[in-house]
């Protein structure tokens, strides 16, 4: 399984970036999707996931009502569309998957089986 991240890079505070991944393939009915990032010095956390087949989401309180996370079922691909960025965005974003999480892990980086590469956003104030 591979995943292929990609739509990072620079952005004004307030603008707007959307990334994409691509999984190569499905390994069960329940893949679930998403995104965490990391910044200089911080720990690795959780932004979105969704549900390749229903759906369902989850959101950092942080991003909650700025991102949003979509999915395209035919094409294995999320798009993580970031609206109103701020400077504390300013992150590597990683993509994940995995085919075996109940709802209550997906915060969880340890949970993931499958990580893309990152892709840098930098937001400038």
């Known amino acids: 399984v591979q995943l292929q991240a990609s739509g990072g890079g620079p952005a004004q505070a307030g603008g707007s970036l959307r990334l994409s991944c691509q999984l190569s393939?499905?390994?069960?009915?329940?893949?679930?999707m998403g995104w965490f990032r990391q910044a200089p010095g911080k720990q690795r956390e959780f932004v979105a996931a969704?549900?390749?087949?229903?759906?369902?989401?989850d959101y950092a309180d942080s991003v909650k009502d700025r991102f949003i996370i979509s999915r395209n079922t035919a094409k294995n691909t999320v798009y993580l569309q970031m609206n109103s960025l701020k400077a504390e965005d300013t992150a590597v974003y990683y993509c994940?998957?995995?085919?075996?999480?109940?709802?209550?892990?997906?915060?969880?980086?340890?949970?993931?089986?499958?990580w893309g590469q990152g892709t840098q956003v930098t937001v400038s104030s």
């Open positions: 994940v998957a995995d085919g075996t999480l109940i709802r209550s892990s997906w915060s969880m980086a340890e949970a993931y089986d499958y």
């Open positions: 393939e499905r390994t069960t009915w329940r893949m679930v």
């Open positions: 969704i549900s390749l087949s229903a759906g369902h989401t």
